[in-house]
């Protein structure tokens, strides 16, 4: 898959958001780059792909969350979303 590189800014910085075949969704905030890439491909359904998308903007958002946290809030906002009707 072809990476397809998008931007936007979160907390006033600047990040790349990425399609990329090797994960399902991951935020990297080391060494100065801010990255977040996402596999569309790897997601059942449309609103999985939008809890994951939610989740890695999430932990750019508030690094120091622990997982559990991100997931919970991604989970309820895609949740919210879905029901309001916003799908891919």
């Given amino acids: 898959m072809a990476r397809k ?5 979160i907390r006033g910085r ?3 958001i990425e399609n990329a075949a090797s994960w399902k969704g991951l935020c990297v905030h080391k060494g ?3 990255t977040i890439i996402l596999n569309p491909k790897e997601h059942k359904t449309d609103v999985d792909f939008m809890d994951t998308t939610i989740h890695e903007v999430l ?3 508030h690094p120091k969350w622990t997982e559990r946290q991100v997931a ?3 989970n309820e906002i895609a949740q919210a979303l879905w029901l309001v009707g916003f799908a891919r």
């Fill in 72 to 74: 919970a809030r991604a």
């Fill in 32 to 34: 100065g780059g801010r």
């Fill in 5 to 9: 590189v998008r931007y936007l800014r």
């Fill in 59 to 61: 932990h750019a958002q």
């Fill in 14 to 16: 600047i990040w790349s």
